[in-house]
């Protein structure tokens, strides 16, 4: 009788020793496909929404939509948040501003340094949708206003949060405020190796300084290059080859190229009543709405004159507002939109995902594709607001951070892409990164 407890008892243990690894790894599958991506408790200082229910974030000069937040110190200028709390209820959110330096990290500056006026304010301009099968409460908060003034250049982030609480965080955006004290002569070129000549967009520059006083120009001053308003591919920290006469050239080989890139595809979703460009169908299921997009391809050197030549993209962006309304934003419904690209054979080695300012210019699994093995194609559902939409396809290869975003879309030369270049300066003993100069050149005109 002893005998067989002790084999039974072995038994027990040979069986939990060869099934529970299997059982732990099931339940490590689990717990990262129910990983919270929406974290109230880390801040980042870039452009993030912290909450689910936080949709379509836009950010940009006041009346100028597809702009980016770029203003200059002391100007007329003024930057409009809005948001859309799909609670739908009448929620207490509070805006609070930080300086950053050009690496985006805090600078040494207290809020009364470089604010005048309030150090935070609530966010009390708000409005309900209307005629929507999607409640939801729009947000708006306009900065800088009377009552907070920005008296510093450089970097910041606009940080939402809510009930008081500056742990219960809602979003952060980053903007930037310049002063005009240097000339920026920029210039699109092709490159130089052969390599890149038909793929690569080539920028050399010059800075100007004779009427601000520099000691030490090559250490005082660094120059940061974006794409489309974007931080994500951005091009940091670039030294001049050599200067004269109070002037910096930035003739760079290799150090200034940026992959073309293509057209971004879009679609129409101003209109649930008709089918505008690129959507094949549309439905109400269960009290949603659902649109389908007519299927995708992934491009090569023949699909790309189609997509350069027959519309002007936004560049990445996308455009809030619904067909022939007067209140066109609080109108505006929201839907699943359905996305599909046909792959012979799903990825092996990575993950698919839309991809552009729609997803914060973030790999956000929100915006991941799944193949369908069946369909042959790769499928992927976003719930967005009514409007006009650039996106693309990017891949993000396992175990890696990079994101490639040309396998699917290829890149071109001959792409119309907007560049943005940004001086700072940071004299010996500064406590922050003065942001002196700003250009912005199109690689068309």
């Not at 003024?78 to 805090?106: K, M, R, V």
């Not at 809510?162 to 000339?183: C, I, Q, S, W, Y």
């Not at 369909?375 to 990017?394: A, I």
């Amino acid at each position: 009788m002893l005998y067989k407890i002790h084999f039974l008892g072995a038994l027990l243990a040979w069986f939990i020793l060869l099934f529970c690894p299997l059982l732990s790894y099931g339940q490590e599958e689990e717990a990262i496909e129910n990983i919270d991506y929406y974290n109230p408790n880390v801040l980042e200082y870039s452009d993030k929404v912290y909450q689910e229910n936080i949709k379509t974030v836009l950010f940009h000069i006041e009346d100028d939509p597809l702009s980016n937040p770029v203003i200059p110190l002391n100007g007329n200028f003024q930057l409009q948040l809005t948001f859309d709390d799909l609670e739908g209820e009448n929620s207490n959110y509070t805006y609070q501003i930080i300086h950053c330096n050009a690496d985006w990290q805090p600078s040494n500056l207290s809020p009364f340094e470089y604010i005048d006026g309030f150090t935070e304010e609530a966010i009390n301009n708000y409005s309900y949708s209307a005629n929507t099968l999607q409640d939801y409460t729009q947000y708006i908060a306009i900065i800088p206003n009377s009552f907070t003034k920005i008296t510093k250049s450089g970097n910041y982030i606009l940080k939402v949060y809510e009930d008081g609480n500056e742990d219960a965080l809602v979003l952060t955006r980053r903007f930037m405020v310049f002063e005009n004290k240097l000339g920026i002569d920029a210039n699109l070129l092709t490159a130089n190796n052969n390599r890149y000549f038909r793929t690569h967009q080539r920028l050399q520059f010059s800075i100007f300084y004779s009427g601000f006083s520099l000691v030490n120009p090559l250490s005082d001053l660094k120059v940061h290059i974006l794409q489309n308003g974007r931080w994500d591919n951005a091009i940091t920290d670039i030294q001049p080859v050599f200067f004269r006469d109070k002037t910096l050239i930035y003739n760079h080989l290799d150090r200034t190229l940026f992959e073309g890139g293509n057209e971004f595809r879009y679609f129409d979703l101003t209109s649930l009543d008709y089918l505008k460009e690129r959507v094949e169908a549309a439905d109400t299921i269960e009290e949603s709405h659902h649109v389908f997009l007519v299927e995708d391809v992934a491009r090569n050197k023949t699909q790309f004159a189609r997509f350069q030549y027959n519309y002007n993209d936004f560049n990445g962006k996308y455009s809030i507002g619904i067909y022939r309304s007067t209140f066109r934003n609080l109108d505006a419904d929201y839907a699943y939109v359905h996305f599909f690209l046909p792959l012979e054979k799903p990825l092996t080695t990575g993950n698919i995902y839309i991809f552009g300012a729609v997803s914060d210019w973030r790999i956000n699994p929100d915006f991941q594709m799944r193949y369908n093995h069946k369909k042959k194609q790769y499928e992927g559902q976003v719930y967005l607001k009514q409007g006009y939409y650039d996106y693309q396809y990017v891949i993000v290869n396992d175990g890696k951070s990079a994101i490639d975003y040309t396998s699917l879309e290829g890149s071109y030369f001959s792409t119309e892409n907007d560049y943005q270049l940004l001086v700072y300066y940071t004299p010996f003993g500064a406590r922050y990164d003065r942001l002196v100069g700003f250009q912005s050149i199109n690689s068309l005109r």
